[in-house]
Nanobody
Framework: QVQLVESGGGLVQPGGTLRLSCAASGSLFGFNPMAWHRQVRGKQRELVASITRSNNTYYAESVKGRFTISMDNAQNTVYLQMNSLKPEDTAVYYC?????????WGQGTQVTVSS
């Protein structure tokens, strides 16, 4: 059974930073890709960033240059470093993994950017 557990969300002021973590059960070797999505209540969930096993990355236009996705295979963890946060980044952030064609989601972590 694959489990994804997010952590690192919270309240931060505009311009601040947060780092989200997604710990996966088992080795990350079978996950391809892994990604972070976010959802604002009442709106569709959107892809923020993704990373493949060969370290190819994708970023939504709205976060390019501010967010960085990375993978630590030794720790079975995927990170989302978020810099220069804006109020419009406020959302629940979800970790996502494609594990040999089966799709998995974490429980979500709230990120609130407000002064």
């Amino acid at each position: 059974q694959v489990q994804l557990v997010e952590s690192g969300g919270g309240l931060v002021q505009p311009g601040g930073t947060l780092r989200l973590s997604c710990a996966a059960s088992g080795s990350l070797f079978g996950f391809n890709p892994m990604a972070w999505h976010r959802q604002v209540r009442g709106k569709q969930r959107e892809l923020v960033a993704s990373i493949t096993r060969s370290n190819n990355t994708y970023y939504a236009e709205s976060v390019k240059g501010r967010f960085t996705i990375s993978m630590d295979n030794a720790q079975n963890t995927v990170y989302l470093q978020m810099n220069s946060l804006k109020p419009e980044d406020t959302a629940v952030y979800y970790c996502f993994a494609n594990f040999y064609g089966s799709l998995y989601w974490g429980q979500g972590t709230q990120v609130t950017v407000s002064s």
